[in-house]
């Protein structure tokens, strides 16, 4: 069994602020054989959320990075933190270097994970079980049942070696051998941000589908004097199907003695079965009443409060460390054969619409991923809404003999085939998007629309050579292509 070792990152402090966005870790020589491809960078931190409104009101946060497409998106893999990375070893120099790893392994991660795992990954960033009517976050405990207050934890994220760097799929990196090894990364810090999850539960549901509605209450008829309970109009046979959890801040709709309707915000404080029913209704219980004196009260509706001016929300980054897995039984390590990043970032004019230029690709390439930054360093995704069709020459010769048309067939045949060069299996050849709140959410024709982000890469397999040579990009667009791009050469290295 391999045993686990911490270490923590030079840097003392951490903070979204911009100016602490540098982490170096320093693994020490002969402390045995490491099991890189096990091991990962934990990232420590805690959403921070005030109410003005209430201060003993609880939130449902999530994780999210501002700049992106939709700050609503769910990133299947949180190297979406790592801007930068490289490895130097005491003994061999530098092992391996990496521009734009956020670009680059974060619009693979769409594609390399199916369908059904996007749907179940309870994992390591802004993720949820996205088949619950409300998708819970890993930054809460929310109880839906009792009178225990919900509160803020603490949320590690794990980021593992190998989704940053090609050499880490080793599982025998002799420290005895390649002596101390230094880790430095530029993050997305100053990126990241919490979110409140406001999902309008009260009239419909996440998947944007008309169903029942969860904030309705029976109208109560003539009360003689205030109430601060009510019982939800639905059954609720699994709690994960229940918006509500204990420290909830909701606003009460209702209509008194026919006037028009107003609304009461009101904190929940028990959540339990209605004790007078067979039935499956909850009854919430508040902070305070909900009725304004005695009266008949009707048009009863329970929703998500409406108080984002009141509320605030900021992240804690506690401590950056590495979790290294000690290898218990270790193999001799030989020769180290991995896959290597070179990214070269490239502009042109922002409204051009057509592109041609050729690049310096280094020996012994293996696949070639062009990725498109068209709104600055602040952009994550891969988005070029108005590219129709591409060819990519090397050394004046085709790698496929016609214009490839972005979302035709022969598109998704050239994703199929760097894939399988990789030896890795395709998952989801549509690259969907889960939203935090929506759910599935796919680009097709409504690509542009921004809370329907699908990334655009091109990746095509390159004929290996031995020496360098040169590629030339040509792209066709039906308006402005945006101006910038970048180009991934993944190459073949070897470590003795």
């Known amino acids: 069994m391999d045993n686990l070792i911490k270490i923590q990152a030079e840097q003392a402090s951490f903070d979204t602020s911009g100016s602490k966005n540098l982490v170096d870790i320093h693994i020490p020589a002969n402390i045995g054989v490491i099991n890189l491809k096990d091991s990962y960078i934990n990232i420590n931190t805690r959403a921070v959320t005030t109410s003005t409104a209430d201060a003993e009101a609880v939130f449902q946060t999530f994780l999210t990075l501002n700049g992106s497409s939709s700050v609503n998106q769910k990133w299947e893999d949180p190297v979406c933190l790592i801007r930068n990375a490289s490895a130097f070893s005491s003994v061999k120099g530098k092992i391996e270097d990496i521009k734009r790893c956020d670009v680059l392994r974060s619009n693979l991660a769409v594609y390399s994970k199916g ?56 599982e025998n990196y002799d420290t005895n051998k390649m002596g101390s090894t ?40 003539a009360l003689t004097a205030d109430r601060n309970f009510v019982v939800t109009d639905n059954e609720f046979m699994d709690l994960q199907d229940s918006p509500f959890f204990v420290g909830q801040l909701v606003d009460v709709e209702r209509s008194k003695n026919a006037a028009a309707g107003t609304t009461q915000k009101c904190r929940i404080t028990q959540i339990e079965y209605d004790a007078d029913g067979p039935t499956m209704k909850l009854k919430l219980t508040f902070s305070k009443n909900w009725t304004d004196g005695a009266g008949t009260y009707t048009a009863i509706k329970v929703k998500p409060t409406n108080d984002a001016g009141d509320r605030n929300s900021s992240i804690n980054i506690n401590r950056v460390e590495l979790v290294a897995h000690i290898n218990a039984n270790p193999e001799p390590q030989g020769e180290m054969v991995y896959s290597a990043i070179m990214a070269q970032e490239d502009q042109f004019s922002s409204t051009a619409t057509s592109f041609n230029r ?8 293996k696949n070639i991923y ?47 085939q760097v894939f399988m060069n990789n030896g890795q299996v395709l998952g989801d050849l549509r690259a969907f998007i889960k939203d935090v709140f929506q759910g599935k959410v796919d680009g097709g024709s409504t690509r542009a629309n921004p809370n329907n982000p699908t990334p655009v890469v091109v990746m095509s397999p390159y004929p290996f050579k031995a020496v360098p040579s040169k590629l030339n990009v040509e792209l066709n667009g039906s308006g402005a292509l945006g101006g910038n791009i970048i180009v991934f050469s993944e190459t073949v290295k070897t470590l003795k």
């Not at 839906?144 to 590690?156: I, P, S, V, Y």
């Not at 050729?358 to 390439?365: E, Q, R, S």
């Not at 010769?397 to 214009?403: G, L």
Request: glycine share 8%; charged share 25%; net charge negative.
């Open 358 to 365: 050729t690049y310096d690709i280094p020996a012994n390439t």
């Open 370 to 416: 062009l990725m498109f930054n068209n709104n600055g360093d602040a952009r994550i995704l891969s988005e070029s809404n108005n590219l129709t069709g591409y060819r990519l020459t090397v050394d004046n010769e085709e790698v496929v003999n016609r214009e490839v048309k972005v979302n035709a067939p022969l598109h998704f045949e050239q994703i199929q």
């Open 115 to 170: 369908n059904e795992v996007k749907e179940f990954d309870l994992g390591d960033f802004n993720s949820g079980n996205h088949r619950q009517q409300i998708a819970d976050q890993p930054q809460n405990e929310v109880p839906k049942l009792g009178n225990t207050k919900g509160r803020a934890k603490d949320q590690d994220i794990y980021i593992p070696l190998k989704s940053i760097f090609g050499f880490c799929n080793s």
């Open 182 to 221: 230094r880790l430095h990364f530029e993050c997305n810090f100053n990126h990241l941000e919490s979110g409140i999850i406001s999902v309008d539960w009260a009239d419909t549901l996440q998947y944007g589908v008309a169903t029942a509605t969860l904030g309705k209450v029976a109208d109560v008829g």
